[in-house]
């Protein structure tokens, strides 16, 4: 089974550019997370959604952060306009409600470098 | 609401050596309490979990955690450090059956020969 799939692995931008990150979960998993991940901050829960439905945004920095789920196989976080603050790598990861106990598989990241 | 205090950002042992990574929990209820483990360049990967049932939860490469309510604690332990080990190793916690998860800021583990 094909685990969760990011893309792109790197990106390089410019500052003021528009940035999207993709996520495909694994197959069956009900709940996507973005996870930030900085060496100043750890490990950050930007946003996640159960069934789609956008559940908690609260760790979304400000409002160039977006993120959408039209479907059960496809996540996008979105960040326009883009500046050098936001170099990070972004992981999804996917979980499934029927385990109950809340484990994660995680993807293997976006990297962010925001010049 | 739940946080996690990793104790050490930085742990460094020799080969065959005992591994000892700290965890501290804080949780209103029940807690589920997790490790996970990421190598370069890579996403995490769950090493163990503690769901309520026994205390000692025997992991992944030889690693086991046991939870303390008393002390709060659920530290990581491995008798004899192999390099392959070399990682930074995070450890987590949820509330219950609620899907969201909190993590430490990581330890990292360095080998030496």
């Known amino acids: 089974d094909a685990g969760v799939i990011q893309s792109p692995r790197h990106e390089v931008t410019e500052m003021g550019q528009e940035v999207t990150l993709r996520c495909k979960p694994i197959?069956?998993?009900?709940?996507l997370f973005w996870y930030r991940q900085t060496m100043m901050r750890g490990l950050e829960l930007l946003i996640y959604?159960?069934?789609?439905?956008?559940?908690?945004d609260s760790g979304m920095p400000e409002d160039r952060f977006s993120a959408k789920m039209p479907n059960a196989s496809f996540s996008t976080l979105k960040i326009q306009p883009s500046e050098p603050r936001d170099s990070a790598v972004y992981f999804c990861a996917s979980s499934a409600a029927g385990e109950g106990t809340g484990e994660l598989f995680f993807g293997e990241g976006s990297r962010l470098t925001v010049l | 609401a739940q946080s996690v205090t990793q104790l050490g950002s930085h742990v460094s042992v020799s080969e065959g050596a005992l591994v000892l990574l700290r965890c501290n929990y804080s949780s209103s209820v029940p807690p589920y309490l997790f490790w996970y483990v990421q190598y370069p360049n890579q996403g995490l990967q769950l090493l163990l979990k503690?769901?309520?049932?026994?205390?000692l939860v025997k992991g992944i490469n030889g690693f086991e955690a046991e939870f303390k309510k008393s002390e709060t604690s659920f530290h990581l332990t491995k008798p004899s450090a192999h390099m392959s080990d070399a990682a930074e190793y995070f450890c987590?916690?949820?509330?219950?059956?609620?899907?969201?998860?909190?993590f430490g800021q990581g330890t990292r583990l360095t080998i030496n020969p």
């Open positions: 959604f159960n069934n789609n439905v956008p559940i908690d």
């Open positions: 197959s069956g998993h009900d709940y």
């Open positions: 503690y769901t309520s049932a026994a205390t």
């Open positions: 987590a916690v949820s509330e219950g059956r609620a899907q969201k998860l909190v």
